[in-house]
């Protein structure tokens, strides 16, 4: 039956026109305004984009690269030249390939040596003048008085940098893989691949905390140069001073001649644990044992340990077992810097050029 | 200081109430009470460290009030800096650019962080590029930037999220008055035509009366008064007592006794009586406590003597500047 339109309540026709009004109006808008919101990148990758443009036009940026570069050509060359005399021992023949990055024929140091040297520096270099640059420029108050969270700015600022070092540090592997191929004509296994890659991404991981660390001095200092040389002071203080000063205080508490096993043990013990202390020492203990599967403890072992063992390569998984712990370490370096980073800006006034 | 006397009935934009920061133990700004109305010019007028830019961050949600609150196109800044932000264009002081990139990259730049969808964005960068006056320079590298130049970039940059209030932190610092004349036009015809509330901080009283519906003084935290200027020359008229300059020629002795005699007059100082100038001139001051101007023509020419000139000090502008901010600190540290 069809009942008249009048037949229907007053109330109700008109909250159904009114409905019908509303609708019209507001669904074209909220349309549009959802569309834009889809289509518009958010404030984070803005700036995100922007920052890897500058980087990648920058002239640091080319200087780092080209010597990165070079520094790993060279060492391929050596690592091919060693390979091609054979290095005598034929044990690792199954991880030939790995050798490309470790073998050096004693000119020039090895792949994981110019990375593992080299590879702050990159991140020293991304950071230094990120936050204390837009400062003094006048752009940070400019930017923060946009419709953006402040954690959008660090946090894209870090994003972007890790996103180049990945970018370069990949490219850089996968070249050298590349070059492998051509020079020696052995192609990696699965695992090797693996082995490879897993060394890329830690390699990612501990350039990333030297650039939390450049992050955070350029927050803390208002002048680039300072930020800067403080990058570059501790860097080498890792790299360089660090093991002298542990190998001199390791003379002063050497236990004697007559020392017990328990003895030596736990001074190797404790020496160890200074040693990794470090970033650098534990990013190459790390790195070495992915890349040299022949590596089987990285602390000491009495002759009871090593009884019954067979003296072969570890798989991937062991490997990767044995460098968990290095690995998480990083990672909570690199957090830990990132952290500190953070909350000092958070807390840090924004006001104009100061 | 309360300052809420406005002509226009029309809703508040900016409304600050106690507004306190406190750095450490020294006090940037005290207790502030301030009510900006929509379509309305206000400038906020202080020496330099009188904690202009301190409140200003305020009302941006920059930085947090030690106590009262801010409320800014019906929001609080403390609460909700994003919807803040996005109504309000801030300009900072010697605003800064990315000198690599051009005039139009760093609009769109501010435009995409306003999340403004690319097509619209460009066109809008254009053409606040040509209402500015920069069209030609669009593409060229801001490093290259005359101050002027940067300054108007700067009003664009503020403008191309469409805001509703926009504050400019010393817009004038550094351009030549050229400059300084064409910026505060474009300004003003901003407000006029698209309605949008100015709020501007400066030192520079002069060129701010040009383009105010309102000032605020403000001195070491405090407002310390507030209105049009024509009001505030007013105030500070009605409140102290008022200068007759006078000059006469040939006066007889007794002038200066004839006018001390005359009701309201506190003081006549004379000069020029002794050291004999060549036309027999001299200036008189008269300090009395009621405009009695007219008495006072009317006794110098009844006194035989020739009135050449007489005129009745008001306040102007560099009056109000001195009356408010003498002895106020020079200090620049929050400049």
């Known amino acids: 039956m069809n009942i008249p339109d009048s037949s229907l309540p007053l109330l109700k026709r008109l909250r159904l026109q009114i409905r019908n009004r509303t609708n019209m109006i507001n669904e074209p808008d909220r349309k549009k305004v959802e569309r834009q919101a889809r289509h518009t990148p958010s404030p984070f990758w803005v700036i995100v984009h922007k920052e890897l443009g500058d980087h990648i036009h920058s002239w640091r940026f080319g200087i780092l690269v080209g010597i990165v570069v070079l520094a790993c050509i060279g060492s391929i060359y050596s690592a091919v030249i060693a390979l091609q005399q054979g290095t005598g021992n034929s044990d690792s023949e199954n991880y030939l390939f790995l050798k490309m990055f470790t073998a050096s024929d004693g000119t020039l140091p090895n792949f994981i040596t110019f990375v593992s040297f080299l590879g702050p520096l990159i991140g020293i270099a991304l950071g230094f003048d990120a936050v204390n640059t837009e400062r003094t420029k006048g752009t940070l108050s400019r930017m923060l008085s946009q419709p953006l969270y402040r954690d959008d700015f660090i946090t894209a600022k870090f994003t972007a940098a890790l996103l180049l070092v990945a970018l370069v540090i990949f490219s850089l592997g996968f070249s050298v893989m590349g070059l492998g191929l051509f020079t020696i004509g052995y192609p990696p296994t699965p695992e090797e691949f693996g082995r490879v890659v897993i060394f890329l991404l830690t390699a990612v991981i501990y350039v990333g905390f030297w650039l939390n660390l450049s992050l955070y001095f350029s927050v803390r200092f208002r002048q680039a140069a300072t930020s800067a040389l403080s990058g570059i002071a501790l860097w080498l203080f890792f790299t360089v001073f660090y093991s002298l000063i542990v190998n001199l205080l390791a003379k002063s508490f050497e236990p004697g001649e007559q020392a017990g096993t328990s003895q030596i043990l736990s001074y190797q013990q404790t020496l160890l644990f200074i040693n990794r202390l470090s970033p650098a020492e534990l990013f190459t203990e790390a790195t070495t044992t992915l890349l040299v599967p022949e590596v089987r403890s990285l602390g000491p072992l009495t002759m009871e340990q090593v009884i019954g063992a067979i003296p072969s390569p570890l798989p991937l998984g062991q490997s990767l077992l044995l460098i968990w712990p290095h690995l998480t370490g990083l990672i909570a370096a690199a957090s830990l810097a990132f952290a500190l980073t953070y909350a000092l800006f958070m807390r840090q006034e924004i006001r104009s050029r100061s | ?335």
């Open chain 2, 1 to 335: 200081m309360i300052c809420e006397q406005t002509p226009t009935n029309q809703e508040p934009v900016i409304e600050l109430s106690g507004l306190t920061k406190y750095y450490g133990n020294q006090r940037a700004v005290d207790d502030l009470y301030l009510t900006v109305r929509k379509g309305e010019v206000f400038g906020l007028l202080g020496p330099n460290g009188a904690g202009k830019t301190t409140t200003i961050l305020m009302m941006l949600g920059l930085s947090e009030p030690t106590s009262g609150s801010a409320v800014v196109c019906g929001l609080d800044p403390v609460r909700s800096p994003l919807q803040v932000k996005r109504k309000v264009g801030y300009m900072p002081d010697d605003v800064g650019f990315y000198e690599d990139r051009t005039a139009l990259d760093n609009l769109l730049f501010t435009a995409g962080l306003n999340q403004i969808p690319a097509g619209e964005a460009r066109e809008r960068a254009e053409r606040l590029l040509e209402t500015v006056g920069l069209a030609e320079s669009a593409r060229k590298k801001v490093g290259a930037f005359s101050r002027g130049m940067r300054q108007r970039l700067g009003l664009a940059d503020v403008l191309i999220k469409k805001p509703e209030v926009i504050i400019l932190d010393e817009p004038t610092l550094g351009i030549d008055p050229e400059g300084v004349r064409e910026l505060l036009a474009l300004i003003r015809s901003l407000s006029r035509e698209d309605g949008i509330t100015v709020l501007l901080s400066s030192h520079h009283l002069y060129q701010v009366q040009q383009i105010c519906d309102r000032v605020g003084l403000f001195v070491q935290g405090r407002l310390l008064a507030c209105g049009n200027i024509d009001e505030l020359a007013e105030s500070l008229n009605s409140s102290g007592t008022i200068t007759v300059e006078m000059t006469v020629r040939n006066a007889p002795d007794h002038l200066t006794e004839d006018l001390f005699s005359i009701p309201g007059v506190s003081k006549v100082l004379a000069d020029g009586l002794d050291s004999g100038k060549s036309d027999g001139s001299m200036n008189i001051q008269v300090i009395c406590q009621a405009d009695v101007t007219s008495s006072l023509a009317r006794a110098a020419v009844q006194s035989g003597a020739e009135l050449t000139a007489i005129n009745r000090r008001t306040y102007g502008l560099d009056d109000i500047y001195h009356n408010y901010f003498e002895g106020s600190g020079r200090d620049e540290h929050t400049g």
